[in-house]
């Protein structure tokens, strides 16, 4: 019911920046939290920053102070600087919606090359 759309990925090298954004279209009444995962080959899926409606923030700590989340209305954006060859993931954003649970994006790819 809600739909979420990412933008922004690509290639860059290390120490570069990339902002990725993620829309939220839909059912967006009742959105709470908000954040994005990531996924490399031969890793598990982890949380890497989250948001609240109210702002409250957290971070992985691998990608605290390079790393910055922020929400208007329903998008989401993580702002990444400092970029390193281990940031090198498939992103998913997500929204959870206290109605209807969680919702994710298609995925987006960062590329850091060594």
């Known amino acids: 019911q809600v739909q979420l759309v990412e933008s922004g990925g690509g290639l860059v090298q290390p120490g570069g920046s990339l902002r990725l954004s993620c829309a939220a279209s839909?059912?967006?009444?009742?959105?709470?939290?908000m954040g994005w995962y990531r996924q490399a080959p031969g890793k598990e899926r982890e949380l890497v920053a989250s948001?609240?409606?109210?702002?409250t923030t957290n971070y992985a700590q691998s990608v605290k102070g390079r790393f910055t989340i922020s929400r208007e209305e329903n998008t989401s954006y993580l702002q990444m600087n400092g970029l390193k060859p281990e940031d090198t993931a498939v992103y998913y954003c997500?929204?959870?919606?206290?109605?209807?649970?969680?919702?994710w994006g298609q995925g987006t790819q960062v590329t850091v090359t060594s």
């Open positions: 839909g059912r967006i009444y009742g959105i709470e939290d």
């Open positions: 997500y929204a959870i919606r206290s109605l209807s649970g969680r919702s």
């Open positions: 948001i609240t409606r109210g702002g």
